[in-house]
Nanobody
Framework: QVQLVESGGGLVQAGGSLRLACAAS??????????MAWFRQAPGKEREFVAA????????NYADSVKGRFTVSRENAKRMVYLQMDSLKPEDTAVYYC?????????????????????WGQGTQVTVSS
């Protein structure tokens, strides 16, 4: 089973930027077959969808709250998934998790359903001060 490790979180001021990275263990051939996503969870709140990228990297999906500000990408040769976060807001403060789609070669990019993901990283903290 692939394992995911997030990094890149930190403390930034509102309007600033961060780039999160998710490193996947295992072989590249397996990694490229699955879509990936980012979720986040703030203290006392439920986990919410942030962004997803299809297995072929050609289609992405974003939550309305981050459209135009966040960009998800992947480098398959490095088994890496990234989340570029710009124009950060205090409400973006949360622990960010990357996740792997449970189905390979999904026809459409995976979306906001947590049930579609079967591997999760440990999370990385993002704090945005006002």
């Amino acid at each position: 089973q692939v394992q995911l490790v997030e990094s890149g979180g930190g403390l930034v001021q509102a309007g600033g930027s961060l780039r999160l990275a998710c490193a996947a263990s295992g072989d590249t051939f397996t990694f490229i077959r699955f879509g990936m996503a980012w979720f986040r969870q703030a203290p006392g709140k439920e986990r919410e969808f942030v962004a997803a990228i299809g297995w072929n990297g050609g289609v992405t999906n974003y939550a309305d709250s981050v459209k135009g500000r966040f960009t998800v990408s992947r480098e398959n040769a490095k088994r890496m998934v990234y989340l570029q976060m710009d124009s950060l807001k205090p409400e973006d403060t949360a622990v960010y998790y990357c996740a792997k789609d449970s189905r390979d070669f999904r026809v459409v990019v995976p979306g906001a359903r947590t049930q579609d993901y079967n591997v999760w990283g440990q999370g990385t903290q993002v704090t945005v001060s006002s």
